[in-house]
């Protein structure tokens, strides 16, 4: 059997090497397996690098096991700080998009547009590859929020600017037509579930940089809290009791660094990100667990990704490729991911998807027996 391609810049030394993965223990039949990868000068090489076929439940440094054709090896986090991998191509490029998704293996996109036209269908992530869902029973539309699982999404406005005022859900199988929102919202952030979700600011009933939301509890739009500055292209991610919003442009035509954090009811101020300022970026996790990546400023599309715990911002390794208008972010602060956007050169809508791992298991992305 032949083992498929190692992926270019999976095993740099600024990622991992060898001598990062030397561990003390002895192979045995066990479910965790040890090895040491030594391979000293004439050494044996039995019980040097032996799997086990399922994941340990707590994972240590020298635990190697493969499962779904991909080989894991967990490190210690101390000597990895996370990358980025490709993952699969969407059917359809498209960026400005709405989506989420619990998981790095379940996750989905819907809307957007792909340079030419606006764009209503959706697809499923499985953690491979992509496949197509169903159409909005409305309108095609992009610049829309939406947030929600592969089972359980929605989405309101959108459509171009003023924007739209209408809403839809999603169970996993088709979208439903829902009640109609207090306003047009158009390049708002989005956050929640289809029971419990938060539109964010962005041009509301025509009003550019408008900071007012609203909430949605599965049947009716209320209006929420008003954020404390208004923002177009803003980012929203997390519950709608606990939902963080970041980045965007402000009236000055500059972008946001700073944070607002909502509790259900108000806006206070969250943490200040360290890299560039930018809209439109991919947003996924928790208010205490976030990656935002990607966006956009007067520079053109953005690399730039950043981590939040709830308090503070830190800068993580940059993506693969630069994105803006609004990437769709899903999964959670150390499996996440970022689809679709917009390229600046040559100009056009993006299909990749891009994979952010950080668990202290070093991603074999790729690798395999076939």
Known sequence: ?????????????????????????????TTVLKGDFSWGAGASSSGKWNTADSAPGTPVAGDVWYTG??????????NTTGAWSTGGNMITKRFKAGGGGASQ??????????????????????????????????????????????????LGGGGGAPGLNTSETYDGTSWSAANNLLATHYASGGSGTATAGLIVSGRVGGTQYSPLCEE???TSWTAGGS?????????????LSTSIATGGENPGSTYWQTSEEYN????????????????????????????????????????A??????TA??????????????????????????SGGYQSSPADALANTEEWNYVGAFNAKMVGYT
Request: aromatic content about 6%; glycine content about 18%; overall charge negative.
């Open 1 to 29: 059997m032949a083992l498929t391609q190692i992926e270019d810049g999976m095993l740099t030394d600024g990622i991992l090497t060898l001598g990062k993965l030397i561990t003390t223990g002895t192979a045995s039949s």
């Open 69 to 78: 054709g991909i080989i894991y090896i967990a490190v210690d986090t101390a």
């Open 105 to 154: 293996s379940a996750a989905l996109i819907y809307g957007g547009s792909d340079n030419s036209n606006d764009l209503s269908s959706t697809e499923e992530y499985n953690g491979n590859t992509w496949s197509a869902g169903s159409s909005f029973v409305g309108v095609a539309r992009s610049g829309l929020p939406g947030n929600g699982t592969v089972s359980s999404a929605w």
């Open 216 to 218: 949605y509890d599965g």
């Open 227 to 239: 954020m404390s500055n208004g923002r177009n292209e803003v980012s929203a991610t997390g519950a």
């Open 264 to 303: 259900g009811s108000t806006w206070s101020a969250g943490g200040t990100m360290t890299s560039v300022g930018r809209k439109a970026a991919g947003f996924g996790g928790t208010s205490s667990a976030a990656i935002y990546a990607g966006g956009g400023n007067d520079s053109g599309g953005s690399s």
């Open 305 to 310: 990704a950043d981590s939040y715990d709830g």
């Open 313 to 338: 911002w830190s800068v993580i390794m940059p993506l693969i490729r630069a994105t803006s208008s609004k990437p769709v972010g899903a999964g959670i602060q150390s499996a996440a991911l970022i």
